[in-house]
């Protein structure tokens, strides 16, 4: 317990949590960004905070139109809100940064008026030149001195440059020899040394925009963000990003970091790709996406048939863990539950399998009536006209079958004579449950169940039972083929639940058209 004092010191320093998900609209939101903006969600909501939907489109050459409403049209299928953000309002907008080109502009110009940056006019081709001169060559505190900049050209020259109208680009000046301290919630402090960092570009005069790493420390800034919980794959960029946040004098507003372990394919080595999905028959995207570009339509989650929930508490675990063996959780205790220093360092195998267990699990957990109205679409494309059947009818029919099924879709196999009779019968059933004697047998059982007054399950059982038990006859073979008669083969749930809810008159209408196409 921290005394007292330790205590107001520690909430005294406590900053808002505020927290973003920054896409590049580059195309389909892959899953792994999914898992990001889920535990940013999570982490915000714990902590009464903000979650924040930025768009990062300053590379115009990777925008592909449609990717911002897609994005945003698979977080609502999932349940995950923003609070603040594109399309979403809020106090510290614009949220989109090809919209916030003055503001980078400002930002470049503090660094280049403190030295921290310098203008750099070498040409694509004269890069090149210099590449092939020197082997490794990088563009940094032992290079920069030869090339063709703001630090080796007068400033007369510089301003003359710009004024022609030559494209430049700013780079950041990164001195050499620092020890760069990464602190990370996850990994713990990562060093290293600022010689292997390049002098990153910032800006490109071209199209007046900053390159990703300027724009996105400018924002976080700007945004007041407190914490960037991002994929394994940012972790390299996080040194610049420290130095950044330090050529600004913001080390005191920095936020802390928490880099996710990467997705890894089902098996095998490696870094979990579309290609994967493919190859073994599982989505990659939360939502089906159809390329602008090359036409191509990729499956997704939802058209797939997993409910969100499921897909939800599977990504859930791919990377953390509640520090038990619970794996079911809901949203709510998701939240309550989650805790970025129980994420793994090491990446997280993407079992599609426990994905199927999940949906099939909150099949379970759905009520019958829930389940019934995602079930009527599926009726529509068979053929079946959902509306002439009331609710109270179509929640019992799943009620009775959803244990069998890991998709709503596959409740149609098991429920299809519900709704339409048997027209053939399966062979292999016939073969072993149907003889010569059966049609007289189910004359006599159609005899019984006609006189039958409560036809709800328990009571018809009781008489159809004694009858059979009196008469001698085989329980196996007349049940099966009462049955047969009116499943179309021996499978399915409990018969008199089923011949409860078809009712009687179409019950003995089943066993009639048995009797005449089997003899
Ligand atoms: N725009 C980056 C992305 O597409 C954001 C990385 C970050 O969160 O800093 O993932």
């Known amino acids: 317990m921290p005394s007292n004092l330790e205590f107001s010191k520690a909430k005294m320093t406590e900053k808002r949590v505020r927290v973003r998900f920054a896409p590049s609209p580059t195309g389909a939101l892959h899953i792994g960004g999914v898992r990001t903006a889920l535990y ?16 990062e489109d300053t590379d115009s050459n990777r925008f592909v139109p449609g990717a911002e409403e897609y994005i945003l049209k698979s977080f609502k299928w999932l349940g995950i809100p ?39 006019f070498d040409t694509p081709q004269e890069l090149d030149n210099k590449r092939k001169e020197v082997p490794n060559f990088q563009y940094d505190a032992s290079t920069r001195m030869q090339m063709r900049n703001s630090l080796t050209l007068s400033k007369e020259e510089t301003d003359a440059l710009i004024a022609s109208g030559a494209q430049y680009v700013v780079r950041f000046k990164i001195e050499p020899n620092e020890n760069i301290h990464v602190h990370d919630l996850i990994r713990g402090e990562v060093v290293i040394n600022s010689s292997i960092l390049d002098d990153k570009v910032l800006y490109k005069s071209a199209d007046e925009l900053p390159t990703y790493h300027l724009a996105n420390i400018v924002d976080d800034h700007l945004m007041e963000v407190s914490h960037v919980i991002r994929g394994e794959e940012w972790l390299p960029s996080a040194p610049l990003h420290v130095l950044l946040y330090k050529a600004f004098g913001w080390e005191d507003t920095m936020p802390e970091f928490a880099h996710l372990p990467l997705l890894l394919k089902p098996e ?35 058209e797939s048939g997993y409910l969100p929930e499921a897909v939800i508490n599977f990504l859930a675990l791919l990377g953390w863990n509640p520090g038990n063996d619970q794996e079911l959780m809901t949203m709510e205790e998701l939240v309550r539950l989650f805790n970025l220093s129980h994420c793994s360092k090491s990446g997280a195998k993407f079992d599609y399998k426990k994905c199927i267990w999940f949906n099939h699990e ?22 079946v006209d959902a509306t002439k059947y009331s609710d109270d009818y179509l929640s019992k029919v799943v009620g009775l ?18 709704f339409t009779a048997p027209t053939d019968y399966a062979e292999k059933d016939v073969k072993k449950r149907w003889s010569a004697d059966t049609p007289r047998i189910m004359g006599e059982l159609m005899d019984i169940l006609r006189n039958i007054e409560d036809f709800s399950s328990k009571p018809s059982e009781d008489i159809v039972i004694s009858w ?15 049955r047969l008669a009116v499943v179309g083969e021996c499978k399915g749930p409990h018969m008199f639940n089923i011949t409860e809810l078809i009712g009687k008159e179409e019950t003995l209408s089943r066993i009639q058209r048995a009797i005449n196409i089997l003899h």
Not at 40 to 55: P, S, V
Not at 92 to 115: A, F, M, N, W
Not at 401 to 418: A, Y
């Open 40 to 55: 940013n969600y999570l982490f915000a909501r714990q902590h009464g905070g903000d979650l924040i939907f930025r768009i």
């Open 268 to 302: 095998g080595n490696g870094k979990l790709s579309k290609r994967d999905g493919d190859r073994l028959g599982f989505p990659v995207f939360p939502l089906e996406w159809h390329d602008p570009k090359t036409g191509e339509v990729s499956s997704g989650y939802r």
């Open 401 to 418: 079958v959803k244990g069998r099924v890991n998709f709503v879709r596959e409740l149609w196999d098991q429920t299809r004579f519900f």
């Open 82 to 120: 923003f609070s603040e953000g594109v399309s979403f309002g809020g106090d510290h907008g614009p949220y989109r940064q090809s919209e916030r080109r003055d503001i980078y502009k400002k930002y470049v110009k503090v660094l280049l008026d403190s030295g921290k940056a310098y203008i750099a």
């Open 468 to 482: 059979i038990t009196e008469k001698g006859y085989h329980m196996g073979n007349v049940m099966n083929a009462f």
């Open 362 to 383: 909150y099949i379970m957990r759905k009520s019958d009536v829930e389940l019934a109205e995602l079930f009527k679409p599926v009726l529509q494309e068979h053929g």
